[in-house]
């Protein structure tokens, strides 16, 4: 699958990007507060589903963590990228511990 056609529209996100047990360094791009631990494709899929957002699993492997096989997700942008992963860590976050 070409991504070309998705470019502006779409942004990438890997669930790294959410997991508590990372560091900054290691990928996590929200903060603490807002991370979950070890969260899946699946569940990043549902979660946008749940806000409305359209979302596609991608095939992949995070390349600091090649031996995992949890996939990217492709979402539709509304706003920036961070304003994307911001709204899905607060969802993510509510599913998961009610906060």
């Known amino acids: 699958m070409t991504l070309k056609k998705y470019k502006g529209k779409y ?14 360094k290691e990928g996590r791009r929200v903060p603490r507060e807002l991370a979950v631990a070890r969260p899946s494709q699946k569940e990043l899929l549902e979660v946008a589903a749940a806000l409305g957002l359209e979302a596609k699993p991608l095939e992949g492997k995070y390349p600091r963590e090649w031996w995992n096989k949890e996939g990217p997700v492709l ?24 906060k």
């Open 75 to 98: 979402v539709e942008k509304r706003g920036s990228k961070r304003e994307v992963i911001t709204l899905l860590a607060k969802e993510l976050r509510r599913r998961r511990y009610g």
């Open 11 to 24: 942004v990438i996100l890997w669930p790294q990007y959410f997991d508590s047990s990372l560091s900054r």
